[in-house]
């Protein structure tokens, strides 16, 4: 069994679909200060690194356990967005995105004992549709409060799939980790058989 560092809903439905054994204990760690940190890289840099240290604050108490963190980020024009914290937020975001491609930076890392021992990342791109104010404040309507907690402020397994016209990229990545390549690195580990 891993643990996943994480509250997230899809993360969970995710390992839970793949028949993954899996128990949560989220990560607390200080993204923003993590972020600052790092300063201006890249954001699939940025993911990566929050990923491991998700990954590193839960295998500091969970000796010989395998944790599994995770983190995605967008940007879109060249601006990083976080979780929107307000409903006036995601309506901003939403008109942000409207007409653009939006990148989804999504990334895993795998740690035991306080070292991490794989980590990596996968990149999608969603074209935005064009949206009006009224399709915006109807997609909230039925939406919030359950996308506050998306980067995107979308739910791509519900009705988030509205906002696009063209995904590339990989399913997975775009729920919010990238579950083909986090099951090959727990093969390799020897967790899941070959």
């Known amino acids: ?24 204990q989220p990560a607390h760690v200080d993204e923003r200060a993590i972020e600052a940190e790092l300063g201006a890289v890249p954001a699939g840099e940025v993911a990566l690194a929050l990923a491991k240290a998700k990954a590193l604050a839960v295998s500091q108490n969970a000796p010989c356990t395998l944790v599994l963190g995770s983190d995605s980020l967008v940007t879109c024009d060249g601006f990083r967005f976080d979780k929107p914290g307000t409903r006036e937020a995601a309506t901003e975001h939403l008109r942000f995105f409207s007409g653009k491609v939006m ?31 009224g399709f915006i404040a109807d997609y909230l309507e039925a939406e919030w409060p359950e996308v506050s907690g998306c980067v995107g402020v979308f ?9 696009f016209e063209k995904v590339e990229g990989d399913y997975f990545t775009i729920l919010g980790m990238p579950l083909l390549k986090v099951q090959a690195a727990l093969r390799e580990l020897g967790v899941m058989k070959k």
């Open 155 to 163: 739910r791509f397994e519900g009705r988030g799939v509205q906002l």
């Open 1 to 24: 069994m891993i643990v996943l560092a994480s509250k997230s809903a899809s993360r969970r439905a995710m390992l839970e679909a793949a028949q993954i054994p899996f128990c949560t």
């Open 103 to 133: 990148k989804l930076h999504s990334a895993a890392a795998l740690a035991r004992d306080g070292e991490v021992v794989w980590a990596d990342g996968g990149l999608a791109e969603l074209h935005v549709i064009a949206m009006s104010d």
